[in-house]
């Protein structure tokens, strides 16, 4: 983190200025200053005017291209995102505390706003903590600076006074500002760090190059000390250690001449700065999110699923991936995908099993030897959460045993049966736990009673809950959730009618006791669900719904927990709608039994349901007929062997006549030529494994196709 550049003088560019955004001022004011507004209405700031090309390209200028947290480059290699440094609706303190109605009155103003990167402005979300009183209304007095706020503003302050960084690219506080900045944009989070490390690399190199021929003078100094620099903070703290402990005068006459001020930290000072910030992180990594005394470590930072390793649990063997976030800083979502027995269903129980904690796990009476693979003795499972330290769970055919016998994350899973509470039926009671997972494991076991939770809820918070439902049910502004005490019931107020929630389809009943069952649970510790974090597992998301609300739910679920991540599964095409691409991952079993990730997927968004049905999400050859799609499939089998013996090669022939009759192997010589072409790369790819031998073959394939399209005459060219 370094501040804008002293010599980029930027004023607030006209979209700011402008008599229209003044009009959006003047509207989020009458908004949030009617005390009498309902808890049921919802404010939409127009990023039309703070996310102007105006003001990208302002902020681009200021901070050098760079992310103004974490120094990372936007614009070429990331979507740059402007972020709202103090929130512009809506702060979350150390300790959870939720302010709503902070910090409207910023939204709009050029001073609170910085060019932010997509990780670091999902990291901080909604967080802003003070150390006193939150700044009121501009109209009741103001006073930023007397909140005493945790968070650095890159814009206003010199960053490196609270900040250092350690010879493996570690960033560690100077201060207890300098660290709550540190873990509250996740500044050390995986892949970052490396990053800096080989940045730091270049940069020793560099130095000791000029140091070694004499050349180490003002003007080399000066260049190596350039803001505009990679992780220039980094780069600037270590080449003034390196300088002063070789020439201490030529560091004096670098500051002397120098704009902004260097950083004072000796090599001995970094070494003892990162000692203590591994004794810090070991500390603050035994807490528990069931624990209200360990709130601050709980609340101080974004705990996403990023990687996840499985060896040797049930049908997988070995499988590893990372669930790559897209350009969003709404929680990224994992969609599933494969035909049965690829190990969807294994993946989110793994992921349950890690995360929920030993006390959990042993209420759920789980037998560890129904997830060891058959014939082994050991399997594990590693769910890493934005750091280098996964949560790691160790199986055998005795027990389980996990390196964090405490819940990190608020947890919920949902199998692909998903009961209803029904008359007579034993229902569970919607409490406060922080892992609710009964059902993922047993399909027999209920969801909760939802209306039953509703009213229990306080008039405040369950004006608050039926915002969030009416999204999930689709509802316009006007719309509204009734509680009907006397009754026992919800009524739902909508098109000139009142309903009760039991009244609805079952699909939508469904849909509402998970959306009931994942609130109950994130209310427990958020005061708001559109800041509440934690991590959804749904097996089967499609699960009975009608076609229309399959296309909806992903956005619909995105809307209402628009931070809580969820990993889900599904066979439907229409359940990948609202996805981003990089959220789909599919799974692929080998004939021998291994089970796989397949890598490059084309891009989901865009895409028609017969191109998802035809292409490699779903693997269909053909939607004509299933019959021509079972021919295709064996057609493809035998292509893809190495050698085939007399039986089979007959029958491969006989595949090609029975699949000629219908025409899809080309209807002229040039389409056959090109489709068997086509054909071979299909065969093959379904059994490569490797990334780069399925890349290679790719390549290969699209070489000589065009070859054998150049030298393929078109259909009436005459013969020479």
């Given at each position: ?18 008599a229209?955004?003044q ?18 209405e919802?404010?939409?700031f ?17 901070f050098?291209g ?17 972020e ?31 060019p932010?990167c ?6 901080k979300?909604?967080?802003?903590p ?5 700044a ?18 890159p ?36 892949g970052?760090v ?12 560099e130095?000791g190059?000029?140091a ?9 100094i ?8 990679p ?10 250690a390196?300088t ?9 006459e ?6 902004e ?29 069931t624990k209200g005394?360990?709130k601050?470590?709980y ?12 060896k040797n649990?049930?049908?997988i063997?070995?499988?590893?991936f ?5 350009a969003?800083?709404?929680a990224?979502?994992?969609m599933?995908?494969g ?10 129980q ?6 929920m ?6 209420r ?10 058959t ?9 890493y ?26 947890l919920l899973?949902y ?8 008359p007579?039926?034993r ?9 609710r997972?009964e ?10 009673d939802?209306t039953?939770?509703?009213l ?8 608050a ?7 999930i ?14 009754a ?18 079952d699909?939508y009943?469904?849909v ?6 994942v ?8 005061e ?37 991540q969820?990993?889900a599964?599904?066979?439907d ?21 291994e ?8 891009p989901?968004?865009?895409?028609r349901v ?35 013996d ?20 080309g209807?002229?010589?040039?389409e056959r030529?090109?489709l ?19 890349k290679d ?12 399209w ?11």
């Open positions: 983190m370094i501040g804008p550049s002293k010599t980029a003088s930027v004023e607030a560019p006209p979209s700011l200025s402008s229209w955004a009009r959006a001022r003047d509207r989020a004011a009458g908004f949030f200053r009617n005390t009498a507004r309902s808890a049921q919802a404010f939409e127009e990023d039309r005017f703070y996310g102007a090309p105006d003001v990208r390209e302002a902020l681009f200028a200021l050098n760079k992310c103004a947290y974490c120094e990372t480059p936007v614009g070429a290699v990331q979507p740059l995102n402007v709202h440094h103090r929130p512009k609706s809506g702060a979350i303190d150390l300790d959870g505390a939720f302010s709503p109605d902070h910090y409207w009155w910023l939204a709009y103003e050029w001073e609170n706003l910085l932010v997509v990780d670091c402005a999902r990291a979300g909604s967080r802003f003070v150390a006193k009183e939150r009121h209304d501009p109209q009741t007095g103001i006073d930023l600076l007397a909140e005493e706020p945790y968070l650095l503003d814009r206003l302050e010199v960053p490196e006074e609270h900040i250092a960084f350690a010879e493996d690219g570690t960033a560690v506080g100077r201060t207890d500002r300098g660290r709550v900045t540190i873990e509250t944009l996740g500044l050390n989070r995986t970052l490396p990053q800096r490390a080989h940045v730091l690399t270049q940069m020793k190199a130095w190059a000029l070694e021929s004499g050349q180490l003078d003002h003007g080399a000066e260049r190596m000390l350039d803001p505009a620099r992780f220039a903070a980094m780069t600037r703290q270590f080449v003034a390196w002063r402990e070789r020439d201490s005068a030529l560091v004096e670098v500051v002397a001449a120098a704009s001020p260097l950083p004072e930290v000796s090599m001995a000072e970094q070494r003892k700065l990162k000692s203590s910030h591994d004794r810090a992180q070991v500390a603050q990594e035994q807490f528990s999110v005394a360990d601050a470590n609340f101080i930072r974004t705990r996403l699923v990023d990687r996840v390793v499985i649990i049930r049908g063997e070995e499988l590893e990372d669930a790559s976030p897209p969003t800083e709404r990224p979502w994992l599933l995908l035909e049965n027995g690829t190990g969807k269903s294994t993946i989110l793994s992921v349950a099993l890690a995360l904690g030993d006390a959990r796990r042993a759920l009476k789980l037998d560890p030897r129904d997830y060891l693979r014939g082994e003795r050991r399997g594990w499972i590693e769910v959460l934005g750091d280098e330290h996964p949560v790691r769970l160790e199986v055998t055919r005795t027990r389980f045993k996990s390196s964090e016998p405490d819940p990190k994350v608020l899973g199998g692909a049966t998903r009961l209803l509470p029904r007579g039926m229902g569970r009671a919607l409490t406060k736990e922080f892992a997972v059902n993922l494991f047993n399909p027999f076991a209920p969801l909760g939802a039953k939770w509703l229990s809820l306080p008039e405040p918070q369950f004006d809950v039926a915002r969030a439902l009416k999204g049910l689709m509802l316009d502004e006007s719309a509204s959730l009734a509680p009907n005490r006397r026992k019931r919800v009524d739902v107020r909508a098109h000139g009618r009142e309903d009760p929630l039991e009244h609805l389809s699909g009943q469904s509402l006791a998970v959306a009931a069952d609130m109950s649970v994130m209310l427990s510790r958020w708001a669900m559109e800041v509440a974090e934690g991590t959804v597992m749904i097996d089967e998301l499609g699960a009975h719904l009608h076609p229309r609300w399959k296309m909806r739910i992903v956005s619909a679920l995105r809307d209402v927990f628009p931070r809580v969820f990993l599964s599904t066979h095409p229409l359940c990948l709608r609202g996805l981003l691409d990089g959220e789909v991952t599919l799974l692929r079993r080998l004939p021998e039994g089970i796989y990730r397949v890598e490059e997927l084309p989901v968004e865009g895409l017969d191109q998802l049905l035809t292409s490699e999400f779903f693997g269909l050859n053909t939607t004509f007929d299933p019959e021509v799609d079972k021919l295709f499939t064996r057609y493809y089998e035998l292509k893809g062997k190495w050698e085939l007399e039986v089979e090669t007959q029958e491969l022939e006989r595949l090609q006549e029975e699949l000629d009759k219908h025409q899809v192997l209807r002229t010589r040039r030529i090109l068997e072409a086509a054909d071979d790369y299909l065969a093959t790819e379904i059994v490569t494994v490797d990334d780069q031998e399925r073959l790719y390549d290969k394939t699209r070489a000589k196709l065009a070859e054998l150049a030298e393929t005459p078109p259909v009436g060219t005459p013969a020479p």
